[in-house]
């Protein structure tokens, strides 16, 4: 067995005690570099316990208390690729979870450690364990965008549909944060386009609410419904118009969205006028959205707005009768 010998370079140890002493070392070192090495705040102000789950002190000032977090799923975090093989080798348990029900597999995932996540697969890492908000390694490689993590999570039996507690698919955060090729790949596995969170939030109104046009462009192009619409209403053309994402409203309108009156009693023309974005008007009106519509309060698109110039490219369609 090849172990680190007490100057800290590689040797061959030539006892069984010798190799004990010598891992336990490295254990310790590897504790050590690992927290030192956490800098995101989320996971930072969490104090990690290890082994023996007894409060202690660590070189590096981190103070270890009774949180659930092991020395494994800190170095796993930090993407300490040989301080993760030691610790297992030693004995950590890889599916062991912390109080917030995240594990090794999950904070390698959450940080993009592709060669942790393999080598955690490796030595029977888990997939199916959830935090006690749903999420999974795979819901948060999806968030953070991590391609390759996600692929390598997928062909070892994670759960293209897992869901966090108010629905949120791993499709729907890669739309919402705007990772295009993990929505390509989550789409590829099987993840529905159209599975909207538990407030009627669908992959495709998140991401045009975000501004992500390119997201927007491949939901649609694999079956997105255009006029989903939320809880209160509103579709992904009406948020976008909303928050002026033109590039988003123009790949919209290649697929012929409603421009008439909502369930939220009222139109995209309403909402882009609101937004104070000429442009936004500019192209719904060429997509032959009528300015005239009132909304539920029988207010015309021209009664929201004291912009000159979005009032002078209204204006003659109203008097013209929307012609």
């Known amino acids: 067995m090849v172990t680190f010998s007490e ?3 590689l040797g061959s140890a030539s006892t069984a ?3 004990r002493a010598s891992g336990r070392r490295l254990q310790r070192q590897c504790m050590d570099t690992a927290c030192c090495g956490c800098s995101d705040a989320h996971f930072n102000h969490i104090p990690p316990v290890v082994g023996t789950q007894k409060a202690s002190s660590l070189t590096c000032g981190v103070h270890v208390v009774h949180y659930g977090t092991t020395a494994l ?9 040989d301080c993760v093989k030691e610790l297992i080798m030693q004995g950590a348990d890889i599916n062991y979870q912390r109080e917030t029900g995240s594990t090794a ?7 993009g450690h592709h ?11 888990s997939t199916e364990f959830q935090t006690k908000d749903g999420g999974t390694a795979l819901t948060v490689a999806s968030q953070y965008g991590h391609s390759k993590v996600v692929d390598t999570l997928l062909k070892n039996g994670a759960n293209v549909h897992d869901q966090l507690n108010d629905g949120a698919t791993p499709l729907f955060l890669a739309a919402q944060e705007g990772h295009v090729t993990v929505i390509r790949q989550l789409l590829s596995s099987g993840a529905k386009v159209n599975q909207a969170r538990e407030d009627g939030t669908a992959p495709l109104w998140m991401a045009a609410q975000m501004g992500h046009s390119e997201v927007v462009k491949v939901l649609l192009l694999r079956g997105a419904d255009r006029d989903a619409d939320r809880q209160d209403g509103s579709t992904a053309l009406f948020k976008a118009a909303l928050k002026g994402h033109n ?3 123009e790949e919209l309108l290649k697929f012929s969205p409603s421009l008439g009156l909502l369930k939220n009693g009222s139109t995209a023309l309403h909402a882009a006028v609101m937004s104070g974005n000429l442009q936004s008007v500019l192209l719904l009106l060429g997509a032959n ?3 005239t519509l ?7 698109p021209a009664d929201l707005t004291k912009n000159d110039r979005i009032l002078k490219v209204l204006r003659p369609k109203i008097l013209n009768g929307h012609s």
């Open 7 to 9: 100057e800290g370079e």
């Open 105 to 111: 597999l999950f904070f390698a995932s959450q940080q």
């Open 289 to 291: 959205a009528d300015p």
């Open 294 to 300: 009132p909304n539920k309060n029988s207010e015309l």
């Open 247 to 249: 590039g988003v409203i």
């Open 115 to 125: 060669d942790v996540v393999k080598l955690l697969f490796e030595f029977g890492a």
């Open 17 to 19: 005690t010798q190799q």
């Open 73 to 81: 799923m800190v170095a796993s975090y930090s993407g300490h690729y």
